[in-house]
T-cell receptor, first 114, second 111 residues
Framework: NAGVTQTPKFQVLKTGQSMTLQCAQD?????MYWYRQDPGMGLRLIYY???????DKGEVPNGYNVSRLNKREFSLRLESAAPSQTSVYFC?????????????FGPGTRLTVL | DAKTTQPPSMDCAEGRAANLPCNHS???????VYWYRQIHSQGPQYIIH???NNETNEMASLIITEDRKSSTLILPHATLRDTAVYYC????????????FGDGTTLTVKP
């Protein structure tokens, strides 16, 4: 099992450009999450999907959109990138249906917006 | 999810026990306490969780007070590789989805 995979690992954008961050999990988990982490800070929840077909806003959703394409995949889109969106983006998943319900995280996407 | 409060940083001598506190005074009866850690710039990694009983696994021990308003993560013999940011979060185990992290405690293990 690959666990949670994210693409790309690194990306540099110019202000105003758009891009989509991809996330996939092969653990048959119900819930998936997108977080951002600014330098020296903790993780802040952008969006989450409790189950296939549903998405909800987290703490910092402005400037982002998400798509839960199927049970495996959860993408994050920046329509018009801004320098304030320079951050490391982590995707995570959890089963949501058992007592062992920990989150599994991907390796992160390091995004720089110039 | 209930809010948690952790000290921003702690130091520990190599080989000694590291005790990381977490306050969660607004925890609900069906919320679990989870601990994760993040080494350098990697994705956070699960350590341990509990509801009301103390828990132990190969990585750490979790002590939850009787009123469940606070907990302590114990790394019994800290090594340099345990230097990381440790996050305490509380949430239910249902499929409700939402899971928020605070800023955590930066633990520095010193030789």
């Amino acid at each position: 099992n690959a666990g949670v995979t994210q693409t790309p690992k690194f990306q540099v954008l110019k202000t105003g450009q758009s891009m989509t961050l991809q996330c996939a999990q092969d653990m048959n988990h119900n819930s998936m999450y997108w977080y951002r982490q600014d330098p020296g800070m903790g993780l802040r929840l952008i969006y989450y999907s409790a189950s296939e077909g549903t998405t909800d806003k987290g703490e910092v959703p402005n400037g982002y959109n998400v798509s839960r394409l199927n049970k495996r995949e959860f993408s994050l889109r920046l329509e018009s990138a801004a320098p304030s969106q320079t951050s490391v983006y982590f995707c995570a998943s959890r089963s949501g249906s058992s007592s062992y319900n920990e989150q599994f995280f991907g390796p992160g996407t390091r995004l720089t917006v110039l | 999810d209930a809010k948690t409060t952790q000290p921003p940083s702690m130091d520990c001598a190599e080989g000694r026990a590291a005790n990381l506190p977490c306050n969660h005074s607004t925890i609900s009866g069906n919320e679990y306490v989870y601990w994760y850690r993040q080494i350098h710039s990697q994705g956070p990694q699960y350590i341990i969780h509990g509801l009301k009983n103390n828990e132990t696994n190969e990585m750490a021990s979790l002590i939850i007070t009787e009123d469940r308003k606070s907990s302590t993560l114990i790394l019994p013999h800290a090594t340099l590789r345990d230097t990381a940011v440790y996050y305490c979060i509380v949430r239910t185990n249902t499929n409700a989805g939402k899971s928020t992290f605070g800023d955590g405690t930066t633990l520095t293990v010193k030789p």
